[in-house]
């Protein structure tokens, strides 16, 4: 059936520093790809989205690309700050929203 | 505009009883989700409904009942609670079609089963 993997499960950096997400997904037909950002004890919550008619979408400190042949998508946070730890979901949607597992983002100060 | 609001936040089951989780939404949407949260899993989908009077099977549904009776209202039943049951349970919602519109999520119900 329909997968989205994402690496990796856990992630660290130096505040500043800039974070990389990666997720495949399975399903040629998928035409959305929306991340979320999940804070302790709250529910997931979009930050970014792209659709597979443009390849790249960027929003202040984050951006995505998307790799349709390839069947990957990426999440860049630049100049990371505390606050962006989180948990970061992606997914892909085709007739269906299918999420990645998750990311851990720790961010040092 | 409080978006998705589910009850009860937390709560503590007897394998073997019953209950219902409680969701509504306040943004017209037609969509609505129940997901399960578990460690290293992400969310995967329950149920879900197209509209009010509708429900399908998600991923995941097995031990699990639904119902829209109303457009704002999604209910996630528990007939007889199991272990496996121990989740952290989304409640969700968009406008239109299951993808290409953007999900909004409740805070979360944290369900023990002991």
């Known amino acids: 059936g329909e997968n989205v993997e994402q690496h990796p499960s856990t992630l660290s950096v130096q505040e500043g520093d800039s974070a990389v997400i990666k997720c495949t997904y399975s399903d040629s037909a998928s035409n959305y790809f929306p991340w979320y950002k999940q804070e302790l004890g709250k529910g997931p919550q979009l930050i970014i989205d792209i659709r597979s008619n443009v390849g790249e979408k960027k929003d202040q400190r984050i951006a995505v690309t998307l790799n349709k042949t390839a069947k990957h998508f990426s999440l860049h946070i630049t100049e990371t700050q505390p606050e962006d730890s989180a948990v970061y979901f992606c997914?892909?949607?085709?007739?269906?929203?299918?999420f990645g597992a998750g990311t851990r983002l720790f961010v040092k100060a | 505009n409080a978006g998705v609001t589910q009850t009860p936040k937390f709560r503590v089951l007897k394998t073997g009883q019953s209950m219902t989780l409680l969701c509504a939404q306040d943004m017209n949407h037609e969509y609505m989700y129940w997901y399960r949260q578990d460690p290293g899993m992400g969310l995967r989908l329950i149920h879900y409904s197209v509209g009010e009077g509708t429900t399908a099977k998600g991923e995941v549904p097995d031990g699990y009942n639904v119902s829209r009776l109303k457009k704002q209202n999604f209910l996630l039943g528990l007939e007889s609670a199991a272990p496996s049951q121990t989740s952290v349970y989304f409640c969700a919602s968009s406008y239109g079609q299951l993808s290409g519109n953007t999900i909004y999520f409740g805070e979360g119900s944290w369900l023990t089963v002991v």
């Open positions: 997914a892909a949607g085709g007739f269906k929203t299918i």
